[in-house]
């Protein structure tokens, strides 16, 4: 398994042997300029300063760093995330189809999905987007605002994290 940087995607280490595929981390390059950038803290602890749950996710979709909030939100531990496509992440019962999370046949009609793709691809806001996760508790509407921050996406939910929280509390152990 390769592990690549998140932000410049340089490889950080290879381990032959392993599973085949790509993870994602932070080269301390990337993270000395982001802790620079928002004034010596990490980016996690900058995102807990935040009012809201929220993520940054890149041009691909994946989860490079996400607040405690939204990970207590989703019943995972922060660094669980980091490296998950956003349905992966929100436990969106379509990622598990072939091909997973932005691949599958449904994927093209996600709000969430596009709205990153949105936000990456024109540098503009989108705020209040209504969605909703297909979780195997149901389906569940959220309301995610993005924007663009440094290359990357800062994706929040808008509002009251309840009903999400709810549905994935309910949902059988992965």
């Known amino acids: 398994m390769k ?7 340089r490889l950080l280490r290879e381990s032959p042997g392993e599973a085949v595929g790509v993870s994602h981390g932070m080269c301390p390059d990337c993270d000395a300029y982001f802790a ?29 760093a996400a607040s405690e909030q939204l990970a207590e939100v989703l019943h995972r531990p922060r660094a669980e995330l980091r490296g998950l496509r956003c349905g992966e992440a929100m436990a969106c019962s379509r990622s598990r189809l072939p091909g997973g999370c932005g691949k599958a046949e449904h994927c093209r009609e996600c709000t969430i999905r596009r709205t990153v793709d949105e936000v990456h691809e024109t540098g503009h806001s989108v705020a209040g987007a209504r969605a909703w996760v297909k979780t195997d508790a149901g389906r569940v509407p959220v309301t995610i605002s993005a924007r663009p921050a440094q290359g990357f996406v800062e994706v929040t939910l808008d509002d009251e994290p309840g009903p999400l929280a709810e549905a994935l509390h309910r949902q059988p152990p992965r």
């Open 36 to 64: 620079k950038l928002w004034g010596g803290l990490k980016l996690g602890e900058y995102l807990d300063l935040l009012p809201v749950p929220v993520m940054v996710v890149d041009g691909g979709g994946r989860v490079v």
């Open 3 to 9: 592990v690549v940087c998140s932000y410049c995607h």
